[in-house]
T-cell receptor
Framework: GENVEQHPSTLSVQEGDSAVIKCTYS??????FPWYKQELGKGPQLIID?????GEKKDQRIAVTLNKTAKHFSLHITETQPEDSAVYFC???????????FGSGTRLSIRP | NAGVTQTPKFRVLKTGQSMTLLCAQD?????MYWYRQDPGMGLRLIHY???????AKGEVPDGYNVSRLKKQNFLLGLESAAPSQTSVYFC????????????FGAGSRLTVL
């Protein structure tokens, strides 16, 4: 089955700087890769996603890139703000299209 | 429109006790999921359902059972709780296989002593 690895587990950046979180997946048949943000005491919420037929997708300050050959994808947050502090999860939808498997999460802290 | 509602939000159990977590969604979603969240382990899929009356095992199903008797409800049961099941449990739902966005509940924190 699908396995998703995520790093780093913690990341601290100065406000205004960029943050990058990287993930790898194992199932070459996976074709959908979402990113979720979890704020303290809440359930995760989708912030951006990318399908396997696209190499990059951008939404304001966040962007996701996908390298299918290498089976890795990354989340990029530019001009970080205090409200970006949260736990971020990458995920992959497995080839059965029924399961979404998550990475281990990255706790992002934005220093003022 | 409440979305995904989990009950209870908090529970403390003794080893060997049983309990059921209830997940209810009012969005008419076909797919429902139970995940557990542990520090450093991310969200791990316990069981899932692709429709009323169906269930399937996820990554970490041992020690748990589930039922989907009604489309809107997905129950997670612990027959004999163990300290290793101390975790935060999240339920999520998705419209169907053509959709991709999971809607999560707020979580249920379970402590097993």
């Amino acid at each position: 089955g699908e396995n998703v690895e995520q790093h780093p587990s913690t990341l601290s950046v100065q406000e205004g700087d960029s943050a990058v979180i990287k993930c790898t997946y194992s199932d070459s048949a996976s074709n959908y890769f979402p990113w979720y943000k979890q704020e303290l005491g809440k359930g995760p919420q989708l912030i951006i996603d990318i399908r396997s037929n696209v190499g990059e997708k951008k939404d304001q300050r966040i962007a996701v890139t996908l390298n299918k050959t290498a089976k890795h994808f990354s989340l990029h947050i530019t001009e970080t703000q205090p409200e970006d502090s949260a736990v971020y999860f990458c995920a992959a939808r497995d080839s059965s299209a029924s399961k979404i498997i998550f990475g281990s999460g990255t706790r992002l802290s934005i220093r003022p | 429109n409440a979305g995904v509602t989990q009950t209870p939000k908090f529970r403390v159990l003794k080893t060997g006790q049983s309990m059921t977590l209830l997940c209810a969604q009012d969005m008419n979603h076909e797919y429902m999921y139970w995940y557990r969240q542990d520090p450093g382990m991310g969200l791990r899929l316990i069981h899932y359902s692709v429709g009323e009356g169906t269930t399937a095992k996820g990554e970490v199903p041992d020690g748990y059972n589930v039922s989907r008797l009604k489309k809107q409800n997905f129950l997670l049961g612990l027959e004999s709780a163990a300290p290793s099941q101390t975790s935060v449990y999240f339920c999520a739902s998705m419209p169907d296989s053509g959709a991709n966005v999971l809607t999560f509940g707020a979580g249920s924190r379970l402590t097993v002593l």
